[in-house]
């Protein structure tokens, strides 16, 4: 419960560092997730994404 202190003093306290808090939470869990689902989908689908087979059909001038 000590331990808990400190973290409620910081980011708790009052409703504006609380608002802050889970907006920075959400925005950095956004940002986690997204870069980890694009991840899982692109290694999922390797090999059949407009990225991976551009080479055979575009020409380069």
Not at 13 to 27: D, S, Y
Not at 33 to 54: A, E, S, V
Request: no cysteine; hydrophobic share 45%.
């Amino acid at each position: 419960m000590a331990a808990a202190r400190p973290l409620y003093n910081a980011f708790f306290r009052r409703n504006w560092q609380m608002l802050g808090a889970v907006f920075a939470g959400a925005f950095a869990f956004e940002m986690a997730f997204d870069t980890g689902m694009n991840k899982l989908w692109d290694n999922y689908n390797r090999g059949r994404q407009w990225k991976d087979i551009r080479s055979r059909y575009v020409e380069e001038d």
